[in-house]
Nanobody, 122 residues
Framework: QVKLVESGGGSVQAGGSLRLSCAAS????????MTWFRQAPGKERELVAG???????YYADSVKGRFTILRDNAKNTVYLQMNSLNPEDTAVYFC????????????????WGQGTQVTVSS
């Protein structure tokens, strides 16, 4: 059974940093894109950053230059390094895996983690 487990969320002050991890189990995802989404209260779930099996990365404009996505295929894990956090980054962060090489639509992702809360105070 496939399972994605996020960790690393928490509460920080504006300007701080957090590193999220998402460990996948049940099968290897070396050929799949792995992506972080987030959902703030009252808002739709949005793509934050994604990485293909080949290492190509994609970022939302709002996080470019502040967030970095990395993957370790040997560990079946994807990371999100978040720097210079601001209150607008407050959300539940989800990792997800698509069967495609790359996908930007939520509906194209088959596997989702349970989410981890990130709260940034001003």
């Amino acid at each position: 059974q496939v399972k994605l487990v996020e960790s690393g969320g928490g509460s920080v002050q504006a300007g701080g940093s957090l590193r999220l991890s998402c460990a996948a189990s049940g099968r290897a995802f070396n050929a799949n894109a792995m992506t972080w989404f987030r959902q703030a209260p009252g808002k739709e779930r949005e793509l934050v950053a994604g990485i293909t099996s080949g290492g190509t990365t994609y970022y939302a404009d709002s996080v470019k230059g502040r967030f970095t996505i990395l993957r370790d295929n040997a560990k079946n894990t994807v990371y999100l390094q978040m720097n210079s956090l601001n209150p607008e980054d407050t959300a539940v962060y989800f990792c997800a895996v698509t069967p495609h090489y790359w996908a930007s639509r939520r509906d194209d992702y088959d596997y989702w983690g349970q989410g981890t809360q990130v709260t940034v105070s001003s």
